[in-house]
C-alpha cells in the first residue's frame, strides 16, 4: 500500500521558517515527480513547488520562489519543503503529492499538515 | 495565471444527472489533454476520479465522466448519489515553469 506520510507545519511568525517532510512508503520518490500543493479556504488548491527524479529538476510557483526550497533524500525516501520568510498569506492546508508514472495526474495524497503564520 | 474557473456550487437531486466545467485559457487546457478531476471531502485530501480528461482510475465507478472542448473541460456525474456531495476540483498542466499546474477554483456538488 502506498502511504505518504507527512509531519512538520505549526505555527509560526511572519519573517519566520518552516520545514515540510513528506516520507513515502510503497513507492520510491527517485523515480516519481512529487508536488507541494496547498489548500485555503478562499482560493482552493494551489501548486507550489514540483520535485522531479532525484532532484535535479525543481519548479515553484511565483508565489513561493526564493523563500521557499524543495528537496529529497532518497536514502529516506523523503521530500521536504523548506519555507523562510514566511508571511499570513502562506497559512494554508500543505499537502505533498505523488505525481503519476505517466505524468499526467496526482496518485497519491499525503494527509495534509497546517501552517499558520500569525503574530 | 489565474486559477482555472470552475461554478462555486451546483446541485440535484439523487438520480439526476450535474455537470461541472473548468475554464482555462489556450496556455493550459486548450493545449494540453493533461486535466484531471480530483474529488475532496471535508478533511480529507484529494483524490483522483478522470484524468487525461476522460479516463477513470480503477474503483472510481463509470458515473463520473469527463470530457473537454477547446479551452473547457467538464466533468459530469451521473445517476448522482448521497456519497457524491463533496468538494471537486479540476487539474490542468499549466506549461510553464512557475505554473507547473494549475487548479480550479472548486465546486461544491450537493446532493438534496
Known amino acids: 500500500e502506498v502511504q505518504l506520510l507527512q509531519s512538520g507545519g505549526g505555527l509560526v511568525q511572519p519573517g519566520g521558517s518552516l520545514t515540510l517532510s513528506c516520507a513515502g512508503s510503497?513507492?520510491?520518490?527517485?523515480?516519481?515527480?512529487v508536488s507541494w500543493v496547498r489548500q485555503t479556504p478562499g482560493k482552493g488548491l494551489e501548486w507550489v513547488s514540483n520535485?522531479?527524479?532525484?532532484?535535479?529538476?525543481?519548479y515553484y510557483a511565483d508565489s513561493v520562489k526564493g523563500r521557499f526550497t524543495i528537496s529529497g533524500d532518497t536514502s529516506k525516501n523523503t521530500v521536504y519543503l523548506q519555507m523562510h520568510s514566511l508571511r499570513g498569506e502562506d497559512t494554508a492546508i500543505y499537502y505533498c503529492?505523488?505525481?503519476?508514472?505517466?505524468?499526467?495526474?496526482?496518485?497519491?495524497w499525503g494527509q495534509g499538515t497546517q501552517v499558520t503564520v500569525s503574530s | 495565471q489565474s486559477a482555472l474557473t470552475q461554478p462555486r456550487s451546483v446541485s440535484g437531486s439523487p438520480g439526476q444527472s450535474v455537470t461541472i466545467s473548468c475554464t482555462g485559457t489556450?496556455?493550459?487546457?486548450?493545449?494540453?489533454?493533461?486535466v484531471s478531476w480530483y474529488k475532496q471531502h471535508p478533511g480529507g485530501a484529494p483524490k483522483v476520479i478522470i484524468y487525461?480528461?476522460?479516463k477513470r482510475p480503477s474503483g472510481v465507478p463509470d458515473r463520473f465522466s469527463g470530457s473537454k472542448s477547446g479551452n473547457t473541460a467538464s466533468l459530469t456525474i451521473s445517476g448522482l448519489q448521497p456519497e457524491d456531495e463533496a468538494d471537486y476540483y479540476c487539474?490542468?498542466?499549466?506549461?510553464?515553469?512557475?505554473?507547473?499546474?494549475?487548479f480550479g477554483s472548486g465546486t461544491k456538488v450537493t446532493v438534496l
Open positions: 503529492a505523488r505525481r503519476s508514472p505517466s505524468g499526467s495526474f496526482y496518485d497519491y
Open positions: 510503497g513507492v520510491t520518490f527517485s523515480t516519481s515527480a
Open positions: 520535485l522531479r527524479g532525484s532532484g535535479a529538476v525543481t
Open positions: 489556450s496556455s493550459d487546457i486548450g493545449t494540453y489533454n493533461y
Open positions: 487525461d480528461v476522460t
Open positions: 487539474c490542468s498542466y499549466g506549461g510553464s515553469y512557475s505554473l507547473l499546474y494549475v
